[in-house]
């Protein structure tokens, strides 16, 4: 399968990934979504939630990591 856009040849491992019941038809270099990083927020006492930050996102991604060392 090739990339929708470049026509690179698109590596089987993504090729089978689906996303909503998609087949990916994009490579990794013409793909609009970005890679997020996720923490455990420990706000609450029953249970952590879930939070995503943009992977570019060098300083936010360093402040969670900083809030979530201390709230182990």
Known sequence: MNCIYCRIDIPSERAEFLVENKRASTCINCSTEQRAV????????????????????KEKIRRCERVNRRAR
Not at 40 to 56: G, R
């Open 38 to 57: 996720g923490f455990l927020s420990y706000s609450h006492k029953t249970a952590p939630e879930l939070v995503l930050i943009p992977a570019n996102n």
